[in-house]
């Protein structure tokens, strides 16, 4: 069989970060079983995290933080908005600051498993948040959510050194769709808890926040005993005397130059940012919208659940198209289906406030938003996954973490515009700030249409 036993077949040599590396097929393994677990080591994190970012972030803490610690309808959605876009900009203004030092110092992994005991560790604190403790809920929350945050910088930066330019695209796309079906479990044992234990209200919710931060940590093990450092560029250099922090913000200074020189990276980093906006707000907005129009809570996790199975589904397009299709017209594709999502979710959110102005009652049909929500967590899974691969085909050789930091602080910083999706929420109503959001992803596909992904990874592999 081709590439069995010859460890020189043309699909089995490329260069990765630290120079020429032997690799068979990521799917495959090399001659040996080393590459495959070096690539479920890497999954296992992308399927550990989902605990946070399903439970925590998407699903039960924002309405635990609502209805438990805040109490108070008209100011609910602002706190949130802080907490959520605060720890998020924190992550922003660190991202690249970080990304440089684990670039110069080979502190990856490091990295990864500090900030994945960290986002754990805070999240099965938050199972001891009591009734009005919003100083509590901050100082636990806003540290797990950054620790979160960074970690899937450092979480993508491996992806260079995992997978080949050909195959970049589907590594991503198949880790992302093992992390969907992981969510999907976490979605049967919290229905399951639901059901079982009666833990219906959100003040008895706290037992499923214990299970997300032992969630993460136990699927962290594989991570910690098996990934391994990618090997840092042979030609970098350590200035004697200087210090971890000094040199984090020279190499970032050094970053903004190399940017300049990739004008298609540094758009795709725009674009980045104002599609990242709606991926952030359904995040951290999906369980208060869906409550919003009649889902209570079982029904809220099983709808959930179903979008979840979408974005499994989702995952699936860019790891079989995105290498041969091209990563500019499969992002492209994607933002425009979600746009569509959008403007239908919109579309809906007038029709039902105007039939409950007009005194009809809690029997509006639903049916369109179970259609409108799998549409979008079709575009969330695929989009996701498809932006981490076209960042990480253009990431300049032997800069993968400070790429990742720049894309980081993109990501981050979109969700800051949680404010004003908030703020227009509450002062506009839900349709207004829907097409608000529309709109940040319309300049995000003109401006991912602008990048011209041949000649930015040509730039990218002749970068030093």
């Known amino acids: 069989m081709k590439g069995a036993g010859c460890p020189l077949d043309c699909k089995n040599v490329w260069r990765g970060e630290g120079g020429v ?10 001659c040996g079983t080393a590459g495959r677990g070096q690539v479920w080591s890497w999954i296992s994190y992308d399927v550990a995290n989902q605990s946070f970012t399903l439970i925590v972030n998407t699903m039960l803490f924002s309405i635990f933080f609502a209805q438990v610690v805040v109490r108070d309808e008209t100011t609910d959605d602002r706190w949130w908005a802080l907490a ?8 922003a203004i660190g991202s690249p600051w970080i990304g440089a030092v684990a670039d110069d110092r080979g502190w990856k992994k490091a990295g990864l498993i500090a900030t994945g005991l960290l986002c754990g560790i805070c999240t099965c604190g938050l199972a001891w948040i009591g009734p009005g403790q919003i100083a509590l809920a901050m100082l636990l929350y806003v540290p797990a959510n950054f620790a979160f945050a960074i970690g899937e910088n450092f979480l993508a930066s491996f992806l260079p050194s995992l997978a080949s330019e050909e195959e970049v ?12 079906v992981a969510a999907f479990l976490l979605l049967v044992v919290t229905a399951g808890g639901m059901s079982l234990f009666g833990w219906t209200g959100p003040d008895q919710w706290r037992p499923f926040f214990v299970v997300a931060g032992l969630w993460f940590l136990g699927f962290m093990v594989p991570t910690l005993l098996w990934l391994r450092e990618p090997p840092v560029s042979p030609g970098r250099v350590l200035v004697a005397g ?4 000094s040199t984090g913000f020279a190499r970032l200074i050094d970053i903004c130059r190399h940017l300049r020189s990739h004008r298609d990276l540094a758009v795709l980093m725009a674009a980045s940012f104002f599609f990242a906006t709606g991926m952030s707000v359904m995040v951290s907005f999906a369980s208060k919208l869906a409550g919003e129009y009649g889902f209570k809570e079982v029904q809220m996790v099983v709808f959930i659940a179903v979008i979840t199975v979408s974005g499994v589904v989702g995952t699936l397009v860019p790891m079989r198209f995105q290498d041969r299709l091209g990563h500019r017209a499969t992002s492209a594709l994607l933002l425009a289906l979600w746009i569509v999502a959008i403007l239908g979710f919109a579309a ?11 005194g009809g009652g809690s029997d509006y049909p639903t049916w369109p938003l179970w259609v409108v929500g799998n549409v979008m967590g079709f575009g969330l899974g695929s989009l996701g996954a498809a932006n981490r691969a076209f960042v990480a085909y253009l990431a ?18 979109a969700a800051v515009m949680t404010f004003p999706f ?12 829907l097409l608000l959001l529309a709109l940040f992803l319309v300049v995000g596909l003109l401006l991912t249409w602008c990048v011209d992904e041949k000649r930015g990874r040509a730039l990218a592999g002749g970068a030093s």
């Open 396 to 413: 300049p050789s032997g800069k993968s973490a400070e790429t990742f930091g720049v894309w980081g602080l993109m990501i981050k910083l």
């Open 242 to 245: 200087r210090s971890w922090w």
């Open 21 to 30: 590396v032997m690799r068979d097929r990521w799917f495959h393994g090399p």
């Open 169 to 180: 695209g589907e590594l991503s796309g198949f880790s992302w769709g093992v992390a969907y």
């Open 84 to 91: 959520y876009g605060g720890s998020m900009l924190a992550a």
């Open 348 to 358: 809906y959110a007038h029709l039902y406030e105007a039939h409950r102005e007009g």
């Open 422 to 433: 908030a703020w227009v929420k509450d002062t506009a109503g839900s349709p207004r700030a």
